[in-house]
């Protein structure tokens, strides 16, 4: 079956524009997460939702980040203003429900700013 | 805010040798869960643990979950190359509780 598709693979973009990630869950996964990763380094958590419940927002690095997802199915991340410190893979994840089900990974989204 | 440290950050060894990496936190987590991710791809589940003092075996990968469910290693007899990857610790609190990654241990198994 399909797994989690984000979209696009790579973006480059200059400093100051606006971007959006989409992420693409597994059908029936209540649960999505979006990480941000440096390269080289660990997952930095940005966002969780979770159903229909208040996303958990609290990971988000600036009011430049946001992020929406409809019901219980496609996710987009937005970036405005970019920096060439947001530069980095973000990562999209989802799960069956919360807590300890496994998370499913997208390939991610490699965005570079110049 | 439960946090998972990871340790060491960078481990470099020779294919056949053995290895520990270890995933710690003062917070009792109902269950943790080990990934690993290979450049340009996502992480992928090796195991889940659930219960205190719980040892899993998957070939050369020994997964073991503290007794008190705090803390967790991940041990690995006579790497080979294909070892190679950034190795996550992730835990879940109690239910309804996003999941919590530690700062990843990054393997690498020359041959």
């Known amino acids: 079956g399909a797994g989690v598709s984000q979209s696009p693979s790579n973006k480059v973009t200059e400093k100051g524009k606006d971007v959006e990630l989409r992420c693409d869950p597994i059908?029936?996964?209540?649960?999505l997460y979006w990480y941000r990763q440096r390269l080289g380094q660990g997952l930095e958590f940005l966002i969780y939702f979770q159903g229909n419940s208040a996303p958990d927002k609290s990971g988000l690095p600036s009011d430049r980040f946001s992020a929406e997802r409809t019901g219980e199915s496609v996710s987009t991340l937005t970036i405005q203003r970019t920096q060439q410190e947001d530069s980095a893979v973000y990562l999209c994840a989802s799960s069956l429900v919360s807590g300890g089900s496994p998370l499913h990974f997208g390939n991610g989204t490699r965005l570079t700013v110049t | 805010t439960q946090l998972l440290e990871q340790s060491p950050q960078f481990l470099s060894i020779q294919e056949g040798e053995n290895l520990t990496v270890y995933c710690n936190s003062s917070?009792?987590?109902?269950?943790l869960q080990w990934y690993r991710q290979e450049p340009g791809e996502g992480p992928v589940l090796l195991v889940t643990v659930v219960t205190g003092g719980e040892v899993k075996k998957l070939k050369r990968l020994t997964f073991q979950f503290g007794d008190a469910r705090k803390d967790s290693s991940l041990h690995i007899t006579a790497a080979q190359p294909g070892d190679t990857g950034l190795y996550l610790c992730a835990g879940a609190g109690a239910a309804g509780n996003k999941l919590t990654f530690g700062g990843g241990t990054r393997v690498l198994v020359k041959p």
């Open positions: 059908s029936g996964h209540t649960a």
């Open positions: 917070s009792v987590f109902s269950s």
